[in-house]
């Protein structure tokens, strides 16, 4: 069944550790993003693609980073998590060409003690 | 810029009753919009889309939007509110370009009373 997948759910970590946010989809999209939300906010982009090998930074500055080896693969790494990096991470993918729905994944909640 | 403004966080309904909720846009090219709800700990998930067809659009779950230009409006209604329609719905706005960027709204939490 073609889905998008994120692990973990739920990650409670201290400051300093280096943290991946697994993100995969199979629904053959080539496009993909990562979203920050806060309760109450709107959701914010923080990073996305467009295929393999090409990722951008989105509207919201953030100390993490992407990669995109492979079309359905697109994981989030933050080096040095601290409390502010506390907060709710969806990755979303979409298909070629416009404007297609974004399809999102279950988030992962992440808490940096 | 793009935005979509959604008035008011926190909209409570009785069961039965009539569901609106509210979403402005600005954009400086003819936009394409969309609902999604996100029930508690889920990701999003769309309710229903405007890409420039039919002004009035029907979704999931008995839910519509009507386009309305003049308004820069795409208000989100259900004829009759059902208890598992409590959760958070969020519009967006997108161009419809090659990054297919979305904007999203601030969100607005139902809440069905029995």
């Known amino acids: 069944e073609a889905d998008i997948y994120q692990t973990p759910r739920y990650l409670v970590i201290g400051t300093g550790k280096k943290i991946t946010l697994e993100c995969s989809q199979t629904?053959?999209?080539?496009?993909m993003y990562w979203y920050q939300q806060d309760p109450g906010m709107e959701l914010h982009l923080i990073h996305y693609?467009?295929?393999?090998?090409?990722?951008e930074k989105g509207d919201l500055s953030s100390e993490s980073t992407v990669s995109r080896i492979r079309t359905e693969h697109f994981p989030l790494t933050l080096e040095s998590a601290r409390p502010s990096h506390t907060s709710q991470y969806l990755c979303a993918s979409s298909g070629f060409g416009g404007p297609f729905e974004q399809f999102f994944g279950p988030g992962t909640r992440l808490t940096v003690l | 810029a793009q935005s979509v403004t959604q008035l008011g966080s926190h909209v409570s309904v009785s069961e039965g009753a009539l569901v609106l909720l509210r979403c402005n846009y600005s954009s400086s090219v003819p936009p394409y919009l969309f609902w999604y709800v996100q029930y508690p700990n889920q990701g999003l998930q769309l309710l229903l889309k405007y890409t420039s067809a039919a002004t009035l659009v029907k979704g999931i779950n008995g839910f519509e939007a009507e386009f309305k230009k003049s308004e820069t409006s795409f208000h989100l209604t259900k004829p009759s509110a059902h208890m598992s329609d409590a959760a958070e719905y969020f519009c967006a706005v997108t161009k419809g370009n090659t990054g297919n960027q979305f904007y999203f709204g601030t969100g607005t939490s139902l809440t069905v009373i029995p």
């Open positions: 629904m053959g999209h080539d496009k």
């Open positions: 693609s467009y295929g393999v090998n090409s990722t």
